[in-house]
């Protein structure tokens, strides 16, 4: 009998079986990794593509929405924005300095009570809000101090009462210890002064990696960021409930937009060395210092920056508020305002008696 015969009646009720080698078939595995691949890889570019469209449609949405309110100062290696109330007449003036992840928005809340008797600057932190800086590793406060007193000197004033919160202190702090000229007194409101265990957040620390950093603020922070804006802010203001319309009112978004974003991490993950370093010298701060926290705030530790500070710089006054987070600004506003105007009437106060002591030699 022929056996083909019978074979290929055979094949008749059974599927042909592939005749290709291993590596015919090993070949064709591999090409279809290869195209699985780059598929996936054209889909992550479209994908990439259409998330940093969205964050540039998002970025000029965000300034439309929140436009510059007062001049630009250019500054050696910054321009700074800066919002100016009150009279040049009116007292010393009062520079407000806010804090991380927000602009000189987060300090209006003061600005309002202040104004009435006194000149008041806002000021953006170099590369916050509005402002502007040449190189993102200008994020120390040794830095940031002197491109503030910089912008202080254009703008006329002599010495001033430095309001700072948060991240700021150690801004307030350094301007102090390198500017004493400038800073008449210190009202520092939850501070941060000393190094801490721990670091910053994951995320900060990727923002601030180079290649990976911008390409996840160019892409995915202003999207997921539009969606977790509030939450985040609840959380600093915790335990007080946040004014229902901070958000919008503080321009607290414009944190999302990529250049912000990247300098906003760069801060924080630069923070913990800067106050390793100026911390030892605060005892030599003459200039008086009020330190107002809560006593529950679950951002900046009291007992690791405030208590510390206050037993450390010779002229210190330490009001810790019960029950209060790390918002004091807006949870004892009033409280604040007058502890700064009680600062202002006694450095008035020295300057008189100074100059009526000039006074009294000159007529000797």
Known sequence: MDKSANRSGFDRFWPKTSETGPRERR??????????????????????????LATQIGVVWLERAFPAQGKMIEVAGATLHVVERGSREAGPAIVLLHGAS???????????????????????????GWSTRAHVEDSTPAIQSR??????????????????????????????????GRVAGLVLLAPVAYPWSGGVGRYNNWISTPV??????????????????????????????MPDDFVGSSATQ?????????????????????VAGQSPRY??????IT????????????????????????????????????????????????????????????????ERSLSQADER
């Not at 699985?36 to 570019?45: C, D, E, P, Y």
């Not at 602009?103 to 916050?128: C, E, F, Q, S, Y």
């Not at 944190?255 to 060395?273: G, Q, S, Y």
């Open 102 to 128: 927000s602009n000189l928005h987060a300090m209006d809340v003061l600005a309002d009570g202040l104004a009435k008797t006194h000149r008041v600057i806002l000021i953006d932190r170099p590369g916050h």
């Open 212 to 241: 990976i950093g911008p390409l996840l603020a160019h892409t995915i922070t202003l999207p997921l960021g539009l969606l977790a804006t509030t939450s985040g802010v609840r959380g600093v203001f915790a335990p007080q409930p």
């Open 254 to 274: 414009l944190l999302l937009r990529p250049r912000e974003f990247i300098a906003n991490a760069r801060d924080l993950v630069t923070l913990k060395a800067a």
């Open 27 to 52: 070949n064709s595995l591999v090409q279809n990794i290869i195209r699985t691949l780059s598929m996936l890889i054209v889909i992550a570019v479209v994908a990439l593509g259409a998330l940093a």
């Open 291 to 354: 330190i107002i926290i809560g006593d529950i705030d679950k951002t900046v530790s009291t007992n690791i920056h405030s208590r510390p500070l206050a037993a450390t710089a010779p002229n210190v006054k330490l009001i810790v508020l019960p029950g209060m987070g790390h918002m004091v600004q807006y949870a004892a506003t009033d409280l604040v305002v007058a502890e700064i105007e009680a600062m202002a009437r006694s450095l008035s106060g020295k300057a008189t008696k100074d």
């Open 147 to 180: 491109m503030i007193t910089e912008a202080l000197a254009k703008l006329g004033v002599g010495k001033a009462i430095v309001v700072a919160h948060s991240w700021a202190g150690a801004l307030g702090l350094r301007m102090a210890l390198d500017d004493p």
């Open 283 to 288: 005892a030599e701060i003459t200039a008086p």
